[in-house]
């Protein structure tokens, strides 16, 4: 039986989207990616591009407060400029695949460096920032060390 150049190829991008699909990151070091990818674009200045990554519950409590959601964001980097705030990605405390996961990320600025944990719920194929702990906790009450 012969195989022909375009038989490979057939073969090949078959197997390829096989492996893309079962061999790809595992679900942590996706949710990881994804959390880099978002500190990011926080790094460049960029975000208005974040806001596709606040969850429903977190937009909702945004409106609650009197805010839209892009106003918000452009305070945020309106205060990290003046700050020189920079963003990292420290730990990973909890991840339950598919559903919630928490981030430990260091905000330094010329003040100092402090710790803040992130709670992120898994929403519409992707990750995005929660309101709240699966626990109970807000993120009000999230010690903070400086």
């Given at each position: 039986?012969?195989?022909?150049?375009?038989?490979?190829?057939?073969?090949?991008l078959f197997l390829g989207t096989i492996c893309l699909q079962g061999?790809?990151?595992?679900?942590?070091?996706?949710?990881?990616?994804?959390?880099?990818?978002?500190?990011?674009?926080?790094?460049?200045?960029?975000?208005?591009?974040?806001?596709?990554?606040?969850?429903?519950?977190?937009?909702?409590?945004?409106?609650?407060?009197?805010?839209?959601?892009?106003?918000?964001?452009?305070?945020?980097?309106?205060?990290?400029?003046?700050?020189?705030?920079?963003?990292?990605?420290?730990?990973?405390?909890?991840?339950?695949?598919?559903?919630?996961?928490?981030?430990?990320v260091f905000r330094a600025d010329r003040a100092g460096e402090r710790?803040?944990?992130?709670?992120?719920?898994?929403?519409?194929?992707?990750?995005?920032?929660?309101?709240?702990?699966?626990?109970?906790?807000?993120?009000?009450?999230?010690?903070?060390?400086?």
């Amino acid at each position: 039986m012969a195989f022909s150049k375009a038989s490979f190829r057939v073969v090949g991008l078959f197997l390829g989207t096989i492996c893309l699909q079962g061999c790809g990151p595992d679900p942590r070091t996706r949710f990881m990616s994804e959390v880099e990818g978002m500190i990011q674009k926080a790094n460049e200045g960029k975000h208005g591009e974040l806001e596709e990554k606040l969850s429903a519950p977190l937009v909702e409590r945004i409106r609650a407060e009197g805010w839209e959601p892009k106003t918000a964001l452009v305070m945020v980097a309106r205060k990290d400029r003046e700050e020189a705030a920079r963003y990292r990605l420290s730990d990973v405390p909890r991840f339950e695949a598919k559903d919630y996961a928490e981030a430990e990320v260091f905000r330094a600025d010329r003040a100092g460096e402090r710790r803040i944990t992130v709670p992120f719920l898994w929403e519409q194929g992707q990750w995005k920032a929660g309101t709240a702990y699966k626990d109970g906790r807000a993120w009000e009450e999230n010690e903070i060390s400086r």
